[in-house]
Antibody, heavy 114, light 106 residues
């Protein structure tokens, strides 16, 4: 079963960008869409979008259009989610998920603070 | 966007109780409904997909039902490890959307 390992916690200032990585443990990386979901402190789950590791095609939630970019590097089985123009309400745990959202990364805490 | 409404938002219960959580979609999503369990500080865990299909390794006390706009998650006999927050999610179309969550507590 694939495992997903995310990059470490980040602290950013308002207006900055953050790029979170998600590395898959097996060569099934290109078999499934990679989703990104975030969770603000004490809040529910919010889907941000997905990327097809095979084609590189993406679908983003309208809320993040213009601020989000999902990419992948198939040579190292890693997906990336970059969010720009950070605001305090972007403070959240960011998760990647794959294999039909059966497999999730451990989460990456992003804190936006001046 | 499809809105997902869960109820209740929280419930107090006891070990051994039968628990039912409901999820309503703002439009028909056929059976494209998933249920997740999340414990504090952990990633969500997929319990049920396609409204009623139990994921491998998930105890049989969990079950899901429904189609169209109304769905339920039932825990037949609550165990101590089941105290958590449960979310429904529609996968009918993008953006994928989650319900607000139901916190099951003692």
């Amino acid at each position: 079963q694939v495992q997903l390992v995310q990059s470490g916690a980040e602290v950013k200032k308002p207006g900055a960008s953050v790029k979170v990585s998600c590395k898959a443990s097996t060569n099934t990386f290109t078999d499934y869409h990679m989703h990104w979901v975030r969770q603000a402190p004490g809040q529910g789950l919010e889907w941000m979008g997905w990327i097809s590791p095979n084609s590189g095609g993406t679908i983003y939630a309208q809320k993040f259009q213009g601020r989000i970019t999902m990419t992948r590097d198939t040579s190292i089985s890693t997906g990336y989610m970059e969010l720009s123009g950070l605001r305090s309400d972007d403070t959240a745990v960011y998760y990647c998920a794959s294999a039909g959202m059966v497999v999730w990364g451990q989460g990456t805490t992003v804190t936006v603070s001046s | 966007d499809i809105q997902m409404t869960q109820s209740p938002s929280s419930l107090s219960t006891s070990v051994g109780d039968r628990v039912t959580i409901t999820c309503r979609a703002s439009q028909s999503i056929s059976s494209h409904l998933n249920w997740y369990q999340q414990k504090p500080g952990k990633a969500p865990k997929l319990l049920i997909s396609a409204a009623s299909s139990l994921q491998s390794g998930v105890p049989s006390r969990f079950s899901g039902s429904g189609s169209g706009t109304g769905f339920t998650l039932t825990i037949s006999s609550l165990q101590p490890e089941d105290f958590a927050t449960y979310y429904c999610q529609q996968s009918y179309n993008t953006p994928l959307t989650f319900g607000g969550g139901t916190k099951v507590e003692i």
